[in-house]
């Protein structure tokens, strides 16, 4: 499949900071940046995940998958699985409880040629800790050796975790976790600097996350309200850990993974004018149609993300309005173009004491 390519403007400035990024290796997988896009529920499907590659992101991670769905034969947890060919340095994240489902799975998930396999133990939803996957699994730690053994033993590449400090503030464990993974040959922990009881409120605990990187054996890859290409870069200069992941951060700021690697004096304001952001929905548009057959399906993926998208630019509430209405792909699209090439010379300010997702999502 041919991919669409952007303006020579467009393509020269995401050259010029992608020559920045600093390829590393995790375990036994190769990354071309510190910075990967973090896993996250009904966003992290193909056509996102190759943006953000486009678009800097050293790596990044499927939206979480069921093992139950997989070996129930569901077709649309079996979709969720695919990988494009056009995707370079894919994870794909799978929870549940139970470690034979979880094998089960993971073979069938590693068909798609994945570069890692990822254990969910992060997700404080709960649909899904009631069940015993996501956060649940950081409770009982004496579980987790066997657990781990058995799901390596199954797949051939590498197996890798995600996880919270903890189930809640009495209870912080994450080192633990981290010291088993290690014996049981776990490639490398992700950690997101909140605790299950938190859910998403207050703030990520870096310091907890740096003092974890620190400490442990394993590469540790640091996650947790990383909004702003400031902090990042500023973060990236100080930190302990191996690399870092962004959720959140990039569903209003696509360049985010980009912009982050400027001078942290650079990275107040943005080097992308709306033009240019409809450039990337243009291609965000191509590989939404080249992965859903149904135009509902594409609708309701490339709304929100265009929306959210808008943020920070001018008259982007009235924009929001005005897409919601949007009934098909063509008004959808049209909107979009109408909205952003009529921004001129404008660059986006976000207000980061806004509330964005307060729910979920790094």
Request: glycine share 8%; with cysteine.
């Amino acid at each position: 499949m041919q991919t669409s390519e952007f303006s020579t403007q467009l393509q020269n400035k995401i050259n010029e900071l992608k020559a920045r990024r600093t390829s590393m290796q995790l375990g036994s997988v190769s990354f071309d940046s510190k910075l990967l896009l973090a896993p996250m529920a009904g966003i992290c499907t193909p056509p996102f995940r190759m943006l953000m590659e486009d678009l800097g992101a050293g790596g990044t991670v499927s939206e979480l998958i069921s093992v139950h769905g997989i070996n129930y034969d569901n077709k649309k947890t079996h979709d969720m699985l695919k990988v494009d060919e056009r995707e370079k340095n894919i994870g794909i994240q799978l929870f549940g409880e139970d470690p034979d489902a979880f094998a089960k799975a993971a073979i069938v998930a590693q068909r798609q040629n994945p570069k890692f396999i990822d254990i969910n133990m992060g997700c404080p939803v709960r649909k899904v800790v009631a069940k015993g996957g996501g956060s649940a699994m950081m409770k009982e730690i004496e579980t987790l050796g066997p657990f781990f053994r058995k799901v390596k033993a199954a797949i051939d590449v590498p197996l890798t975790i995600k996880i919270r400090m903890g189930w809640d503030a009495e209870d912080i464990n994450a080192d633990k976790i981290e010291h088993i993974a290690k014996e049981e040959g776990v490639e490398w922990v992700a950690i997101h600097g909140r605790t299950r009881a938190q859910q998403y409120t207050g703030l990520s605990n870096w310091e907890y996350i740096e003092w974890l990187a620190q400490n442990t054996k394993l590469p540790l890859i640091g996650n947790g309200d990383l909004h702003q290409p400031h902090q990042v870069a500023k973060r990236l200069k100080q930190t302990n850990c191996d690399a870092l992941m962004i959720a959140r951060g990039c569903l209003r700021n696509p360049f985010i993974f980009l912009e982050s690697l400027q001078d942290e004096s650079e990275t107040y304001n943005s080097l992308f004018k709306g033009s240019e952001y409809f450039e990337v929905i243009e291609r965000l548009y191509q590989y939404t149609n080249e992965t859903y057959t149904q135009e509902r399906a594409r609708l309701v993926q490339l709304r929100k993300l265009i929306v959210w998208f808008a943020a920070g630019f001018p008259g982007c509430a009235k924009f929001r309005g005005e897409m919601f209405k949007s009934k098909t792909l063509e008004d959808t699209m049209n909107n979009a173009q109408k909205y952003f090439m009529g921004l001129g010379d404008s660059y986006k300010k976000i207000n980061y004491d806004e509330i964005f997702m307060s729910s979920g999502h790094g």
